[in-house]
């Protein structure tokens, strides 16, 4: 099993660059490797492989990034939604609170919902009711509670929705992207494995060239 550098991915790709680098460069190591069978074509081979995983590494830095930025939108619509509708359902009970039939009615009967679901499917019910009557609007209209009000919150739920199903679907290719990158390092992370195994034989009595190839020598 290939064993990486303990350093961080960014880190491990610069190693294997500095050493597949000076593998090539420098005329001794480029000689004794060559001897080994890492001549000029298998050193662009590894290059070639590395400048893959790059690739496949700043992809996944990229889906990375706009995952953060998904859940953020998310997340400061969420904070938005639950701002304005806790007042609003605050108002309604203080409205309705001999009138138990309109708060089933709006779902604003009891506690405000934890879960996330059962709190938007509250949120939705509340506004969509009151959306469509016209009497429950006149009634909420009394502590400042506006037709526009209401629709804009409807608008703000769909625009939530809208935030979420981004965010869940920046997650999933995220997931994938880092696959794809833990499957390219594995496959780099093997590739160097042997050729500093092969780098040990030929520079045993070299330390201080297997050090220019990434190798510390103690």
Do not use: C
Request: glycine share 4%.
């Amino acid at each position: 099993m290939a064993t990486r550098p303990k350093q961080s991915e960014a880190g491990t790709m610069e190693t294997y660059r500095v050493a597949l680098t000076n593998a090539e460069t420098q005329p001794e190591i480029a000689t004794v490797m060559a001897d080994l069978g890492y001549d000029s074509v298998k050193i662009t081979e590894g290059k070639t492989l590395l400048a893959e995983t790059r690739s496949i590494y700043d992809f996944n830095k990229t889906e990375d990034d706009e995952t953060s930025a998904a859940s953020a939108a998310f997340a400061d619509k969420k904070a938005e939604l639950e701002r304005i509708f806790k007042l609003h359902r605050k108002k309604a009970k203080v409205i309705f609170r001999k009138d138990s039939l309109t708060a089933d009615k709006l779902a604003v009967s009891g506690e405000m919902p934890r879960t996330y679901i059962k709190w938007l499917e509250a949120a939705r019910k509340f506004y969509s009711e009151a959306t469509a009557d016209t009497d429950i609007q006149t009634k909420l209209a009394r502590l400042a509670i506006t037709a526009d009000n209401l629709t804009d919150a409807n608008t703000l739920i769909s625009e939530l929705e809208a935030a979420r199903a981004e965010y869940l679907k920046e997650t999933g290719e995220s997931q994938e992207a880092t696959k794809a990158k833990d499957a390219a390092f594995a496959k780099m992370d093997d590739w160097m494995s042997e050729f500093y195994a092969v780098a040990r034989i030929g520079l045993e009595d070299k330390p201080q060239l297997l050090e220019a190839l990434g190798k510390v020598v103690r």
